[in-house]
């Protein structure tokens, strides 16, 4: 089967310009997190979706950022307008179920994210 | 809150030697479980081992191995004989259930093993 997918894997952007990473989750899974990787704060969990509908936003930084996940097979993220305090590595995890505490997570390949 | 410590910033051991990556937890639910996930200089994350709070038994995978005790806390993690490829960062994660009912995941700060040929 195949794992996470997501595109870009690296972006560059300018200062002010939109951003949309994309996310494809494994094949039956139903939930669907967001996280940020940086150097100064580790992995932070962004958003977390499950059956499609967005469970806890609450590391969403700001109103910059926006996420949806329209059906069960795709989800972005969008930064606007970004900034260069937004540049990190943003992975897309999925997992089996939301319920239970104890579903593993599957991480994509990362989106190395650059903004000048 | 949950939480989880990697007190060992950064590991640096000779090829062959063997090394533990330590990982303490708090929690104050009886059901959770914990993740170790390795993350090479890719950049991707691998999943390595989950472990329920109900099961103490010690894994041995390979060159891995995992202790889990609960007494302390503590669910540490042993690469026995080292080699240049375990080269990588570490996670430990800490999973519980959230008031919502939901799927809550506390990542520890990592742990970067460097294996030295």
């Known amino acids: 089967d195949a794992g996470v997918i997501q595109s870009p894997r690296h972006e560059v952007t300018e200062m002010g310009q939109e951003v949309t990473l994309r996310c494809k989750p494994i094949?039956?899974?139903?939930?669907l997190f967001w996280y940020r990787q940086t150097m100064m704060r580790g992995l932070e969990l962004l958003i977390y979706?499950?059956?499609?509908?967005?469970?806890?936003d609450s590391g969403m930084p700001e109103d910059r950022f926006s996420a949806k996940m329209p059906n069960a097979s795709f989800s972005t993220l969008k930064i606007q307008p970004s900034e260069p305090r937004d540049s990190a590595v943003y992975f897309c995890?999925?997992?089996?179920?939301?319920?239970?505490?104890?579903?593993?997570?599957?991480f994509g390949p990362g989106t190395r994210l650059l903004v000048l | 809150a949950q939480k989880v410590t990697q007190a060992q910033t950064e590991i640096s051991v000779v090829e062959k030697e063997d090394v533990t990556l330590d990982c303490v937890y708090e929690t104050r639910d009886t059901t959770y479980y914990l993740f170790w996930y390795k993350q090479p200089p890719s950049g991707e994350l691998v999943f390595l081992i989950r472990?329920?709070?109900?099961?103490?038994q010690n894994e041995i995978s390979g060159r891995y191995s995992w202790n889990f005790q609960k007494s302390t806390s503590s669910f540490n993690f042993t690469i026995t004989a080292s080699q240049v490829v375990d080269s990588a960062v570490y996670f430990c994660a800490l999973s519980e259930l959230n008031s919502g009912g939901y799927q809550k995941v506390t990542f520890g700060t990592g742990t970067k093993l460097q294996v030295i040929p």
């Open positions: 995890a999925s997992s089996r179920t939301g319920g239970g505490g104890g579903e593993t997570q599957y």
């Open positions: 472990r329920n709070s109900f099961d103490e």
């Open positions: 979706f499950n059956n499609n509908v967005p469970i806890d």
């Open positions: 094949s039956g899974h139903n939930s």
